[in-house]
């Protein structure tokens, strides 16, 4: 067996049980490219405030690029005995350079270099995970162009509420994605700060220059507290957290998509490109890619479970539980990446159903409550005017019609208020046509969204 890079006081090695138990090279080798370039930054800096030679830095950079050539051209060999990604690529460049390699861990530890890897990693995660945000923003924006007009039954409760545009609704969600982006990249900022040279806890005696590697790194600054900087994982939380509300937000967006794609309802069809078929039922035809965005969530909130409780038990410093934050946080980053590009795909394979949507919004009464506002513009009480037209619906469910069935006289007999102008108020293309609140359904405040984000997402 191999000595062991922190071999010095033990006498006996590890059992193979130990071992494979507590190596984490098998998934953390995912930091790669971030922990070569933080030991490069880390390597010019010993130079620059002569703790090496700059001989033995620009052997040790060009040992690291090495590396990284073989890492990402499948040649290098992974060892579980080397135990993580960090003692692999130290190990490996002492066999592949020798003598100066033993000088690249002056002043560093593991735990300033495992959370600084982490958080160049996350970095990085957090733009790849923006970019598709806006891409799926531009796919919702896409499906809301192509349907311009389209009203829609809108729901509270699952029930028949108020006519919207399907431009609307659609345009709700872009609206939530981009605070998703948002809390993303306040997380970033949050989070870009450096913890190299905090070394194991308590910083060192040496003379080195933590604001050079942070520069180096593109961070904003070194960490003020050596303790803190090896301690906490609240950056992974934060983007974690993020994570999940974006989950959730897809997750419903999947189960509206999968309500609507019913034969109840019918007011969508995705094409054969996003469905599948079953193994047994041979006429099926499944909305399953949003199926699965709704059941992925579920993993992208367990991975912050995971992590809350795995650091709600821990003193101060670095403690090994912290291993275990890498496969909860790659699981929620590559799970939220496939979810936004289906997500995606799917808003550019879907077809509103037009007719089929026309046909089901006479049902529901979805006019009343702009009738009732009809009524407040004839100086009639909010209150009273929702009983008159409560009383109005009554008498349409009793003879089965809508309230543009009613004659004047009908409503009349109700109350004398109305007069032959209500009939420009009911029927839901009356109704979209009189929203007018900012923010609201109406023709103009939509258009005027739509333009909005048209710009902003530079369509
Ligand atoms: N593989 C470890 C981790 O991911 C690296 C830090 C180990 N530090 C230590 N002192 N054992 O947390």
């Given at each position: 067996?191999?000595?062991?890079?922190?071999?010095?006081?033990?006498?006996?090695?590890?059992?193979?049980?130990?071992?494979?138990?507590?190596?984490?090279?098998?998934?953390?080798?995912?930091?790669?490219?971030?922990?070569?370039?933080?030991?490069?930054?880390?390597?010019?800096?010993?130079?620059?405030?002569?703790?090496?030679?700059?001989?033995?830095?620009?052997?040790?950079?060009?040992?690291?690029?090495?590396?990284?050539?073989?890492?990402?051209?499948?040649?290098?060999?992974?060892?579980?005995?080397?135990?993580?990604?960090?003692?692999?690529?130290?190990?490996?460049?002492?066999?592949?350079?020798?003598?100066?390699?033993?000088?690249?861990?002056?002043?560093?530890?593991?735990?300033?270099?495992?959370?600084?890897?982490?958080?160049?990693?996350?970095?990085?995660?957090?733009?790849?995970?923006?970019?598709?945000?806006?891409?799926?923003?531009?796919?919702?924006?896409?499906?809301?162009?192509?349907?311009?007009?389209?009203?829609?039954?809108?729901?509270?409760?699952?029930?028949?509420?108020?006519?919207?545009?399907?431009?609307?609704?659609?345009?709700?969600?872009?609206?939530?994605?981009?605070?998703?982006?948002?809390?993303?990249?306040?997380?970033?900022?949050?989070?870009?700060?450096?913890?190299?040279?905090?070394?194991?806890?308590?910083?060192?005696?040496?003379?080195?220059?933590?604001?050079?590697?942070?520069?180096?790194?593109?961070?904003?600054?070194?960490?003020?507290?050596?303790?803190?900087?090896?301690?906490?994982?609240?950056?992974?939380?934060?983007?974690?957290?993020?994570?999940?509300?974006?989950?959730?937000?897809?997750?419903?967006?999947?189960?509206?998509?999968?309500?609507?794609?019913?034969?109840?309802?019918?007011?969508?069809?995705?094409?054969?490109?996003?469905?599948?078929?079953?193994?047994?039922?041979?006429?099926?035809?499944?909305?399953?890619?949003?199926?699965?965005?709704?059941?992925?969530?579920?993993?992208?909130?367990?991975?912050?479970?995971?992590?809350?409780?795995?650091?709600?038990?821990?003193?101060?410093?670095?403690?090994?539980?912290?291993?275990?934050?890498?496969?909860?946080?790659?699981?929620?980053?590559?799970?939220?990446?496939?979810?936004?590009?289906?997500?995606?795909?799917?808003?550019?394979?879907?077809?509103?159903?037009?007719?089929?949507?026309?046909?089901?919004?006479?049902?529901?009464?979805?006019?009343?409550?702009?009738?009732?506002?009809?009524?407040?513009?004839?100086?009639?009480?909010?209150?009273?005017?929702?009983?008159?037209?409560?009383?109005?619906?009554?008498?349409?469910?009793?003879?089965?019609?809508?309230?543009?069935?009613?004659?004047?006289?009908?409503?009349?007999?109700?109350?004398?208020?109305f007069e032959d102008d209500v009939y420009d108020f009911l029927g839901v293309e009356n109704c979209v046509r009189k929203f007018r609140s900012y923010g609201s359904t109406g023709s103009?405040?939509?258009?005027?969204?739509?333009?909005?984000?048209?710009?902003?997402?530079?369509?």
């Amino acid at each position: 067996k191999e000595a062991k890079l922190w071999g010095g006081r033990f006498e006996d090695s590890v059992t193979d049980a130990v071992e494979r138990f507590s190596e984490s090279v098998s998934y953390d080798k995912a930091l790669y490219k971030h922990d070569i370039m933080g030991s490069k930054a880390h390597a010019s800096m010993l130079a620059h405030q002569g703790l090496m030679s700059e001989s033995e830095k620009d052997i040790i950079l060009s040992g690291l690029d090495e590396i990284k050539k073989r890492i990402e051209a499948g040649e290098f060999v992974w060892r579980t005995d080397r135990e993580d990604v960090h003692m692999n690529i130290e190990a490996a460049l002492t066999d592949l350079i020798g003598e100066p390699a033993k000088k690249l861990h002056t002043a560093r530890s593991r735990n300033d270099q495992v959370v600084t890897d982490l958080r160049l990693w996350c970095r990085d995660s957090i733009d790849k995970t923006v970019k598709l945000i806006r891409q799926l923003q531009v796919a919702l924006v896409n499906l809301a162009q192509k349907n311009e007009g389209l009203i829609v039954p809108g729901y509270t409760h699952l029930q028949r509420a108020q006519p919207v545009l399907l431009q609307h609704l659609l345009l709700s969600y872009v609206e939530q994605l981009e605070r998703d982006a948002g809390r993303l990249v306040d997380c970033k900022d949050r989070m870009n700060f450096c913890p190299l040279g905090a070394c194991a806890l308590a910083g060192t005696g040496l003379p080195i220059n933590r604001f050079m590697t942070s520069d180096a790194l593109a961070f904003t600054a070194p960490m003020r507290n050596s303790i803190d900087a090896v301690s906490d994982r609240d950056f992974v939380l934060e983007l974690l957290a993020a994570n999940s509300i974006i989950a959730i937000h897809l997750s419903r967006l999947g189960e509206e998509w999968v309500l609507w794609a019913s034969e109840e309802f019918g007011f969508l069809t995705p094409s054969d490109s996003v469905s599948t078929g079953s193994s047994i039922m041979p006429q099926k035809k499944n909305p399953d890619p949003m199926e699965l965005v709704r059941g992925k969530s579920a993993r992208v909130i367990g991975s912050l479970t995971t992590l809350l409780v795995l650091c709600k038990g821990l003193p101060q410093a670095y403690n090994r539980d912290l291993q275990e934050d890498k496969e909860p946080l790659f699981d929620s980053v590559r799970t939220i990446t496939g979810m936004l590009e289906v997500t995606a795909e799917f808003a550019y394979n879907i077809t509103f159903n037009h007719a089929r949507i026309q046909k089901a919004l006479p049902a529901g009464h979805l006019d009343a409550t702009t009738l009732a506002d009809y009524l407040v513009n004839k100086g009639v009480p909010f209150r009273t005017s929702h009983d008159i037209v409560g009383r109005s619906v009554a008498l349409c469910v009793s003879r089965n019609c809508q309230l543009s069935d009613l004659t004047l006289n009908d409503l009349q007999d109700i109350n004398s208020a109305f007069e032959d102008d209500v009939y420009d108020f009911l029927g839901v293309e009356n109704c979209v046509r009189k929203f007018r609140s900012y923010g609201s359904t109406g023709s103009e405040c939509v258009r005027e969204q739509i333009n909005y984000w048209v710009s902003k997402l530079g369509i």
